[in-house]
């Protein structure tokens, strides 16, 4: 019998994942993966709740953050293009004139 | 049997997830998150969530990961990400970082702090609908409004994309 | 017509305002008229005031007139409230009067300079400050009026401020009066812990018929205190040094000064406060024998000077003596009476000296005039007049207020101060002869090219000048012993004390019934006596003044340097001030005050030094710190319970 745990846990496994890959990659597109991983694994958990505790709420909402999803990877990926283009690099560590 | 088969996909996401995240080549990245939303779309339909793994399949794996590749190309990425520069004593940290956090997930699941309310929506009454139709008749009642806003998010971020990745205006 | 007296002060300060906001855009004819025409409509209605006073029985003779309530706090109450009565009528009508003739003097004199409307816009402040310090009828409103008359001061002395000697003795009257200030403000915060008011009529109501006895502690050191505001703005012992220096002002400013406002605040202000003052025998004392002292010290300066105003503003502290001794005998009626011809006699001297200056272009020293008299006769003859007056001839007006001044310091006080007060006498007449003498007889010792350029005063100036001859002819008349029409008019204010020991004007009378006609001789033989002196040493024997200085050359020399008494104060007070100012700067404001707000500053920029470190600018590093803020967040949630 699969229970919510099991869900839960393999979501929280996933999110973990592309928490350090945001950490530890410099290539700015792997980074935006490991982005859309981490909203992946939320939704896994959205459904997994919602399919356990009877609700339609959960897929609905499934729904509107892949719209957001959809909208962010255009933009996103719009912007690594404008920054390659100046900088001729996606690495973040080359855009760092962020600091002090 | 179902249970095996849980195990079976969880296992390939996972272990795709970290050849996303220690994989050099960022087309082996993009075939690899591919690889682990495929995988989320079979959960769903364990999930009885039928509508949203085909929507995972078409939009996630297909639309924006081609967007990603298509990037990917266009930019000729395919470089092997240089280990120079600053921050290389991060990633220890980082991973750290990350089982703490997993701990703390799980934590919170085990004490219990997420009760929820049983809704009406049964897994047997909306299989005797139909979960697609469930969804829409959800999406143009109660959630009209904010559907109708994804659309003008929608609208908004293709004419911000093309502003910015457009060289001149 | 009483309550017209807010107008009193209106114009003034409307004149003020024109001309200081729009006078540099205005012609210097219509700057002259809107000062001189708002003096002289404030005379004109002080006129009426004065008149409508007059209308009124004696005894019904206080009006006070509301403006509105300026400061309430708690049971602390001020209100700009003006107050006529006979004192303050009598004052007004001075002050707006020889003011209003100085103005058209000015007009004359100043009409080269190009601070023309600046001149204007001060000269009216300055009438207007006046007017407010004698029309208040509180403590806290004539404290506004004398600290904006102390301001006014400083701007006029310091009007031609690109001389070093003017901004210097700016600066040394504006701080000196600031000293006396400290005391005048002490005392009405005293008065207020005491009597819980600062209103005139109150105060006075609740000291005669309080619980305050005659020589009460309180009370003499209420007295005390506004003495010692009187003494700096009255330019008496201790602080009279800033008024020789005033004369660096314009002169028609020096003669504002010295005869209608400024040093007469002191003395107005002893004979407002006149209840409080006789019920302080001790006090009274202190304010006689610093008159006294004042007056003989001041004259025997002035026998020696040699720059035409410095002689006149010492004859000024002098007669200025005169009138603290009056008051302080208790003979208030004797002392305002002074004030007044004074202002007449004083006012005339100064404008004529600005005169015999404007003719000799600019020059100040008498050793260099002489045998002007038929090269300027108006001003002469205007000049000899207030010279007579100011020596104390008959029947000029000087004589029957310094002679009344002589009697009652005889009379209520002792003989000591009587003998003060008439070799300060002599002095007068000798100095102000030999004043005479030196500027308008003998031979000319005036430089040749300055010789070429001698003229007669244009008519706006002369003009003046024969008003204030006349009023310093007639101005006597008032206060004719046995017949004083001044006495009777003040009565109300001064007469009819409870614990005034010799109380009001009748008691002189049959107190000495033979003394005031011997007094009179004895006085017109001493300014006879003084006059002549004058006149063998400085026309018939000129070489005998360089004799006698020769002889007696110490004490020349002390005279002199005024007895050294600015030098002795620098070494007292000015240089141990600027000792310990410096240190305090040094030490205290640039080390301690300054080093710990830069110290501040710099562990702050230390601490951001350090961690500055934290922005590294790498995107990976902040959401690090993002992640480990969450991680952070969610244990104090889950645990923090």
């Known amino acids: 019998m699969i229970t919510l745990t099991h869900y839960i846990v393999l979501s929280a496994i996933l999110f973990t994942l592309g928490v350090v890959g945001v950490l530890i990659r410099r290539n700015a597109i792997i980074i935006f993966m490991c982005i859309e991983l981490m909203l992946n694994a939320v939704n896994l958990s959205f459904v997994a709740f919602a399919h356990y505790l009877n ?41 760092n004139i962020m600091k002090w | 049997m179902e249970i095996y088969l849980f195990y079976i996909v969880a296992t390939i996401s996972v272990v795709t997830a970290a050849y996303l995240i220690f994989e050099r080549s960022p087309v082996y990245n993009a075939l690899y998150l591919i690889q682990t939303m495929v995988c989320i779309a079979v959960l769903y339909i364990l999930l009885e969530a039928q509508f949203i793994a085909a929507v995972q399949m078409i939009v996630y794996a297909g639309a924006i990961m081609v967007l990603f590749l298509f990037v990917i190309m266009l930019l000729n990425l395919n470089i092997k990400e240089e280990t ?27 004490s219990k702090l997420l009760p929820g309310k049983h809704g009406e929506y049964t897994t047997a009454y909306v299989n005797s609908i139909g979960n697609t139709r469930v969804i829409g008749n959800l999406l143009f009642t109660d959630y009209l409004l904010p559907f109708e806003i994804t659309s003008i998010l929608l609208f908004v971020a293709a004419i911000g994309a093309i502003m910015l990745a457009k060289r001149k205006l | ?41 404030s005379f004109f209605i002080s006129v009426l005031v004065f008149c409508g006073l007059l209308l009124l029985p004696p005894d019904a003779r206080l009006f006070e007139k509301q403006l509105f309530s300026w400061i309430e706090s708690g049971s602390f109450k001020a209100a700009a409230g003006l107050q006529v009565d006979p004192l303050s009528s009598l004052m007004i009508l001075v002050v707006t009067g020889v003011g209003f003739l100085i103005h058209i003097y000015s007009v004359g004199y100043m009409h080269n300079d190009k601070g023309y409307h600046r001149y204007f816009c001060y000269l009216n402040l300055f009438t207007f400050s006046m007017l407010l310090l004698v029309l208040s009828n509180n403590f806290l409103l004539m404290f506004i009026g004398w600290e904006a008359v102390g301001l006014c001061s400083y701007l006029l002395i310091g009007f031609w401020f690109e001389k070093k000697s003017a901004s210097d003795a700016a600066k040394k009257a504006f701080i000196v009066n600031r000293v006396g200030d400290f005391g005048f403000a002490l005392g009405i915060m005293l008065i207020f812990l005491t009597f819980h008011s600062i209103d005139f009529t109150e105060v006075f109501n609740a000291a005669s018929h309080g619980n305050f006895g005659v020589g009460s502690f309180t009370v003499t050191v209420i007295t005390l205190l506004l003495f010692m505001g009187a003494t700096g703005k009255s330019a008496q012992i201790p602080l009279y040094t800033w008024l020789p220096d005033a004369m660096e002002g314009p002169t028609p400013v020096s003669a504002l ?67 603290f001794l009056a008051c302080g005998v208790g003979a208030f009626t004797a002392g305002i009476f002074h004030l007044m011809t004074h202002a007449f006699f004083k006012a005339l001297l100064f404008l004529g000296s600005g005169s015999v200056i404007h003719a000799l272009s600019g020059e100040q020293d008498m050793r260099k005039m002489g045998g002007l008299k038929h090269h300027i006769p108006i001003t002469y003859k205007t000049f000899l007049i207030g010279t007579v007056a100011i020596a104390g ?51 000319s010792r005036v430089d040749h090219h300055v010789a070429e350029h001698i003229h007669e005063s244009p008519r706006n ?77 400085y026309v018939k024997k000129p070489e005998m003044p360089g004799r006698l200085a020769e002889r007696f050359h110490l004490i020349y020399k002390l005279l002199l340097n005024k007895y050294y008494v600015d030098e002795i104060y620098d070494v007292l007070f000015v240089k141990p001030t600027k000792i310990i100012s410096i240190q305090l700067w040094k030490r205290v404001d640039a080390l301690m005050i300054d080093g710990s707000v830069n110290g501040i500053a710099r562990l702050v920029g230390w601490f951001g030094n350090i961690f500055r470190h934290l922005q590294t600018g790498y995107i990976r590093n902040y959401a690090f710190y993002i992640v480990a803020g969450c991680i952070f967040i969610i244990v104090l949630t889950v645990f923090g319970k």
């Open chain 1, 55 to 95: 609700s339609m709420q959960g897929q609905l909402f499934v729904f509107f953050t892949m719209t957001v999803a959809a909208a962010e990877a255009a933009v996103g990926l719009a912007i690594i293009v404008a920054v390659f283009r100046n900088k001729e690099t996606v690495n973040i560590d080359d855009i």
């Open chain 2, 84 to 110: 120079k520069g600053a921050l290389l004593f991060q990633k220890i940290p980082a991973i750290f970082m990350g089982i703490a956090l997993f701990v703390t997930i799980c934590v919170i699941l085990k």
């Open chain 3, 1 to 41: 017509m009483l309550n017209l007296v807010g107008l009193i002060l209106l114009f003034p300060i409307i004149g003020t305002a024109i001309n200081g906001l729009f006078g540099k855009r205005l012609k210097k004819e219509t700057v002259g008229y809107v000062a001189c025409g708002s003096i002289g409509l």
């Open chain 3, 257 to 323: 000064i010295h005869a209608a406002t400024m040093v007469t605040a002191g003395v107005y202000m002893i004979a407002r406060c006149n209840v409080l003052y006789t019920m302080s025998p001790f006090t009274m004392t202190v304010v006689a024998s610093i008159g006294a002292v004042t007056a003989l010290f001041a004259a025997s300066i002035g026998l020696v000077q040699n720059d035409i105003k410095r002689v006149l503003a010492y004859s000024t502290i002098s007669q200025l003596g005169y009138m």
């Open chain 3, 393 to 443: 001839l008959p029947p000029f007006a000087g004589f029957f207020s310094k002679d009344e001044i002589l009697l009652e310091s005889l009379v209520r006080g002792n003989f000591i101060y009587w003998l003060i007060a008439a070799i300060a006498a002599f002095f007068t007449a000798f100095y102000m002869f030999r004043l005479l003498f030196m500027t308008f007889h003998g031979e």
């Open chain 3, 461 to 537: 100036m002369t003009i003046p000048l024969m008003i204030l001859a006349g009023l310093s002819f007639v101005g006597g008349f008032l206060g004719i012993p046995g017949a004083s029409a001044i006495n009777n008019f003040l009565a109300p204010v001064f007469g009819g004390h409870p614990h005034t020991e010799i109380s009001g004007t009748e008691s002189i009378g049959h107190h000495s019934e033979g003394h005031p006609y011997l007094m009179m001789v004895i006085s017109t033989a001493i300014a006879v006596a003084g006059i002549s002196l004058a006149y063998r040493m």
